[in-house]
């Protein structure tokens, strides 16, 4: 049994049907999509030894199932540069998380390196009720937030097809680099695509939702930075 | 055949059809049903109806066991509650293909949504097809078969003309009045499919048989919702590899899945994926009924476009201009012409010393010479390499003096194997006499500038996904 089949029937069977960050991120990962690794920290000693591990910066993030906008109860902590730092963050998610969200359980912070700033994407998977497993495309922050600039396939999809959904976005241009910017890495990002369109296809009867928000796209590459996987109930 | 072929076979080509709810009460769909068969000259019309006797001089049988062995085809037009017996004495007495016209189904209650499983289940156990309910029928423009149940297609009867365009429609009395609309705009159908409320036979089905009927070369489809979307993109990608499908989509909800937990499940519209799956499938989505209706006679007239290079003569510089606009927003260009070219339209006199010769090729203010200018520059055009396919900007005498010149050299146009289409307008009356002689020799004439430049997107469209095809 893959390691993806393993992780799905694990969460499953504790009925869990959000997989928390690193569960989401190991089957991406199996898939080909490269991600910004992390690990659980579960007391500030070991969220420092891990940062240190990592090298700084690094990020901490709440982790527990009933949490699941972290960004929105104060569960994130971005570009945390030494240990003093880490030990403050741990306190104020740990403080912050009994505060907003009284009762969860928390098991932890997830510990991650910074990732340097690229381009920010959104990229996605649904299933449709009509129309089955479907892929999604956009640009992130107000793009995809406000402007709605996203574009879909069915899945899975091809070369041709991927690159159809980047060309469909009004925010094309933006990837190809303005005044003097260096260009995103396309095939980068359409390798991501076609693997979660397969992703999505291939598990279609236990995935309702995927969303890799954001991904960062370089001139050099584009990596997963924060992922979330929903199963079907 | 196969199985499918042959219901297929019983709907579209019968040879004999019960009519059960057949009335002699003028006005009533039992009454206008028979007279339509009767009017198509359909020699198999079986009559049922408790009342025995005969109707306009037909036997009348009190009711479906009574009628002869044989009878594959069935209209039922009786009361909601009344139509799963009927439709189960159907399947006993060996009907293979039921169209149920009564409406008071799903559409209406809960009731109605109960007697529709009835339905559902006798088609399970039986095995019977059944079109509908609440549907309007079926019309073969090419065998002049017309089992709708309506007056309405009938008024238009005289101007109806074989074709090979076939209309798969959700709505009932709106799919029946886009048929007319198109007829009297120039659309000439093969097969007109009302498909109701899909409890058995859907778009899918008819779909994938219409891919295969060598009387249709133009799909056109209205659709309000889809309940096998998944299996619509996979049949529509093989079928429009044969021809173009024309898609036209009601009830695009902007919102996404109801309790979306993602981002992508928040944006992910019914109407966004169904776009997706015209992409991906090669359908022509349109925005309008009325665009699904041009771009149909568009594709049933003319190529598609090897290339976006458009070539306009017009006798409106600012008509021109609203084109330019739009074929632009659809990713069409009007390139300059070559200075060679200029000067040849200039000397071989197809455009006045006065005119514009870059493109547009404007030839001004009305002139007794408009035939020859507007044939010249067209078949100039067209045979200098310069551009992919014409658009004639055709305005008031525009329109009216050239029609006779350009039907006359029509094969020289057609020879160069690029789409020409008219933009025209005129008085009314100009219209009517002057559009179906530009029709009947192939040259779509549109009257709307924006559903022009959408129709000239679309056989740009349908040029490139036949040159993926190629590769």
Request: charged letters at 25%; one cysteine or more.
């Amino acid at each position: 049994m893959s390691s993806v089949n393993i992780i799905i029937a694990g969460a499953q069977r504790e009925g869990n049907s959000i997989l928390s960050e690193l569960e989401a991120k190991e089957i991406l990962k199996e898939y080909g999509i490269p991600v910004v690794g992390g690990d659980l920290a579960t007391s500030e000693d070991e969220a420092v030894q891990l940062a240190a591990g990592f090298g700084y910066p690094v990020v901490l993030k709440v982790v527990s199932p009933q949490i699941t906008h972290k960004s929105d109860s104060g569960g994130v902590k971005l570009n945390l540069k030494d240990a003093g730092e880490v030990l403050r963050a741990y306190r104020e998610i740990m403080a912050k998380a009994l505060e907003n969200c009284p009762g969860a359980e928390i098991k932890g912070v997830v510990v991650q390196p910074m990732a340097r700033p690229g381009r920010e994407l959104v990229i996605g998977a649904v299933q449709d009720s009509q129309f089955g497993p479907v892929v999604m495309f956009g640009l992130g922050g107000i793009f995809v937030e406000v402007l709605k600039d996203v574009s879909f396939r069915l899945a899975p999809v091809d070369h041709s097809e991927a690159l159809d959904m980047l060309r469909e976005i009004k925010g094309y241009r933006l990837l190809e680099g303005l005044r003097g910017e260096l260009p995103c890495d396309l095939e980068a990002i359409l390798n991501i695509i076609i693997r979660l369109s397969n992703l999505i296809y291939d598990y279609r009867d236990e995935v309702s939702e995927i969303d890799i928000n954001p991904l960062f796209a370089y001139h050099d590459g584009a990596i997963a930075i924060d992922a979330r996987i929903i199963l079907k109930s | 055949m196969n199985a499918e072929g042959s219901v297929f076979k019983k709907l579209l080509h019968p040879e004999g059809i019960a009519v059960i709810g057949a009335s002699s009460k003028e006005g009533t769909s039992g009454f206008l049903t028979i007279q339509n068969l009767l009017r198509s000259n359909f020699e198999g019309i079986y009559p049922v109806n408790p009342k025995g006797g005969t109707l306009s001089g037909l036997k009348v049988y009190p009711s479906v066991q009574d009628l002869p062995q044989g009878v594959e085809t069935a209209i039922i037009l009786l009361a909601a509650q009344s139509v799963p017996g009927a439709l189960r004495q159907c399947a006993e007495k060996g009907i293979k293909v039921a169209i149920i016209g009564s409406g008071g189904f799903k559409e209406k209650d809960d009731e109605g949504a109960d007697l529709q499983l009835e339905l559902l289940q006798i088609i399970k156990e039986t095995g019977i097809r059944v079109l509908g309910p609440n549907c309007m029928g079926v019309y073969n423009a090419c065998s002049g078969l017309n089992f709708t149940l309506t007056a309405t297609l009938d008024q238009i009867r005289e101007q109806v003309r074989p074709g090979n365009i076939s209309f798969i429609t959700q709505s009932g009395a709106f799919g029946i009045a886009l048929f007319t609309t198109g007829v009297e705009i120039g659309l000439n159908f093969s097969k007109v499919v009302s498909l109701g409320n899909k409890a058995d036979i859907d778009e899918v089905e008819v779909l994938e048989h219409l891919g295969d009927d060598p009387e249709t070369d133009v799909i056109m489809t209205y659709i309000e919702e889809m309940k096998r979307g998944r299996r619509f993109y996979e049949v529509a990608k093989q079928v429009s590899k044969k021809k173009p499908i024309v898609a036209f989509k009601v009830g695009r909800t902007p919102t996404g899945m109801k309790a979306a937990a993602s981002h992508t499940g928040a944006l992910a519209g019914s109407g966004r994926i169904f776009s997706a799956a015209c992409k991906q499938g090669g359908v022509i989505e349109v925005e309008s009924s009325r665009a699904m209706l041009e771009v149909c006679k568009v594709f049933a007239y003319q190529p598609p476009l090897a290339g976006n290079r458009i070539g306009i003569v017009t006798n409106s510089g600012g008509l021109a201009v609203e084109v330019c606009d739009l074929l632009d927003d659809f990713g069409l260009r009007v390139p300059e012409l070559s200075p060679g070219l200029q000067e040849s339209l200039v000397q071989e006199g197809a455009v006045p010393n006065w005119g514009i010769n870059k493109n547009p090729v404007d030839l001004t203010a009305a002139n007794r010479n408009y035939p020859d200018w507007y044939y010249k520059s067209a078949k100039m055009l067209l045979a200098s390499g310069e551009v992919d396919g014409i658009l004639l900007i055709m305005v008031g005498v525009g329109l009216e003096w050239p029609v006779e010149r350009i039907v006359e050299g029509v094969e020289e146009l057609k020879a160069m194997g690029k789409p020409i289409l008219i933009l025209g307008t005129a008085k009314r009356k100009i219209m009517e006499a002057v559009v179906p002689k530009y029709q009947n020799v192939d040259i779509p004439v549109i009257d709307d500038v924006r559903i022009a430049a959408r129709s000239m997107a679309a056989l740009r469209e349908r040029g490139r996904y036949e040159g993926g095809l190629m590769k």
